[in-house]
């Protein structure tokens, strides 16, 4: 447990004394929502008093924790101090139905809204954006906590440029070595070191279903019980993450639907992987693999539209092998030479013009992205 860890435990035990209860409405006017997630929604408020802008994050305490509420408001009021992470305000309160924390709001949406299915978006912004989460990820990393949920969704934008962009949503945020029950989902940003906990799942749902038709209700007596799969928490999910999430902004699609070893498409890529680590030099070390990849064989097909510099970057952050992946700080060395190759980077230019055009004379349709729409387009 590092000081950090053990500071964020302290503060959650010191804030339950301190939690007030309010009304909303007393002290903030409600502009407009947000956004809303799994565990309740965000609003544009501003504080009635001083005139600022701010969300408000509301949890419904019917299914919230009170701890996992002050988890996820301490460590952004005591350790989101990076210009990339969004930070809690000191207000936190109860209503009769939720949990609120203030933060700062970010007022131009998030990532998931600006990826143009098809198409990404400009390799220029592509490339703030990374450089950004990059200092972000390394400052949770280095006071010992892993963010475990990055995806455009969380990520908000503080102006249509993606000049400034901060990572939020701490709700999944763990210490690192700290043991969590393996989950694994369909989803290319879910890490391949995952699937052993698909296995586990897959039987358990064959025997239930053989159960069901035996017309045992379940939990029958020789039911074998499947051994949940514990994991520690290791910083290369995030650096996972950040190599998918730099795909699907270059590309507006992603490489594989689900990382899982009977896709075809992540098998390719697995192939690609080993053979160039094969021709590569026995070092072990992925600061000491990075400068040499681009010049290893061909990439995989959905890698083919990037440069020997971009097929690095990604060849660092989706390592198949946690303990080889590369670390957020690794990627600021692929920074500001091109990714996209010529035709690729002029076909997309185009796409995006004519899409802009499109947008101009009327049709709305297109011009906003839906990751849903986009998954599984890396088959092909
Ligand atoms: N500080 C903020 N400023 C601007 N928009 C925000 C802010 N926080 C959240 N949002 C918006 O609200 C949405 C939901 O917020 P958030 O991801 O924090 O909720 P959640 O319930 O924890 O979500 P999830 O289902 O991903 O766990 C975000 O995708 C974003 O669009």
Known sequence: MTAATKLLDELCHLSVQSMTSLETEDHFRVVKLLG??????????????TGSPMALKCFPRGSTSLFSFLREYNLSLAFCSHPSLTRALGIAYRTPTHYIFAQQAALHGDL???IVPEVGVEEGCVQ?????????????????????????????????????????????????????????YSSAYCPPEAEVARGNRARQEEEEEKEKEKGGGGGGAGKEKKEAVWVSVDPSVDCWAL???TYALLTGTLPWAETA?????????????????????????????????????????QFSCFTPLACSLF??????????????????????GEWLRGE????????????RRRRRSGGKKGALGKMKEMEGRGER
Do not use: T
């Open 261 to 301: 070893s009977d896709n075809r498409s992540y098998r390719r890529y697995r192939d690609w992987v080993s053979s160039s680590s094969s021709s590569s030099s026995s070092s072990s070390e992925p600061g000491d693999r990075l400068d040499v990849l681009g010049s290893r064989p061909p990439a995989a097909p």
């Open 36 to 49: 809303e997630g799994s565990y309740g929604k965000v609003m544009l408020v501003v504080h009635k008093k």
């Open 128 to 184: 703030r954006v990374v450089s950004q989460l990059c200092g972000a990820l390394a400052h949770l990393h280095g006071l010992g906590f892993v963010h475990r949920d990055l995806k455009p969704e969380n990520i908000f934008l503080c102006d249509p440029a993606c000049s400034w962009v901060k990572l939020g949503d701490f709700g999944m945020v763990k210490a690192v070595g700290s043991r969590v029950q393996e989950v694994w």
């Open 243 to 245: 190599g998918i999430l």
């Open 315 to 336: 060849r660092a952050l989706l390592d198949p092998q946690p303990r080889l992946r590369g670390r957020p700080g690794d990627a600021l060395a692929f920074l500001g």
């Open 112 to 114: 998931y809204d600006v």
């Open 344 to 355: 690729e980077r002029s076909r997309l230019e185009e796409e995006r013009e004519k899409r």
